[in-house]
C-alpha cells in the first residue's frame, strides 16, 4: 500500500523567500529615486540600485539596467556610498 504525506495547511514557499524575512521586501514596494539593496538573479550579494519611475532598475555605479531583480531591502544605517 502506498502513502502519500498530508496536505500540511502551512505549505507555501521556503522560509527565505517569504515577505519580510531577513529585511527583503516585494520590488513594487521599493521607494523611487533612492538607493537601496536590490537581491538579483545569479548573485551571491545584493547590488545598490535605484527604481525608477517606470519600476526599472539601475545600478548606481554605472547606470546600466538590472536585469532580473528579486527583492530590496534599505541600505543599513551607518553605510555611506564613497564620494568620488
Same mark, same amino acid.
Given at each position: @500500500?502506498?502513502?502519500s504525506a498530508p496536505l500540511l495547511a502551512t505549505? *507555501? /514557499?521556503? #522560509? #527565505?523567500?517569504?515577505? *519580510?524575512?531577513?529585511g527583503l521586501e516585494p520590488l513594487e514596494t521599493?521607494? &523611487?529615486? #533612492?538607493?537601496?539593496? &536590490?537581491? &538579483?538573479? *545569479?548573485?551571491? !550579494? /545584493?547590488? &545598490?540600485?535605484?527604481?525608477?519611475?517606470?519600476?526599472?532598475?539601475?545600478?548606481?555605479?554605472?547606470?546600466?539596467?538590472? @536585469?532580473? /531583480?528579486?527583492?530590496?531591502?534599505?541600505? /543599513?544605517? *551607518?553605510?555611506? !556610498?564613497q564620494e568620488e
Amino acid at each position: @500500500m502506498r502513502r502519500s504525506a498530508p496536505l500540511l495547511a502551512t505549505a *507555501g /514557499p521556503p #522560509e #527565505e523567500n517569504r515577505h *519580510g524575512v531577513h529585511g527583503l521586501e516585494p520590488l513594487e514596494t521599493a521607494p &523611487v529615486g #533612492e538607493p537601496v539593496l &536590490v537581491q &538579483v538573479r *545569479g548573485r551571491d !550579494a /545584493p547590488v &545598490v540600485a535605484i527604481r525608477d519611475q517606470d519600476g526599472d532598475w539601475q545600478a548606481t555605479w554605472n547606470g546600466d539596467l538590472i @536585469m532580473d /531583480p528579486l527583492r530590496w531591502a534599505p541600505i /543599513p544605517n *551607518g553605510f555611506k !556610498a564613497q564620494e568620488e
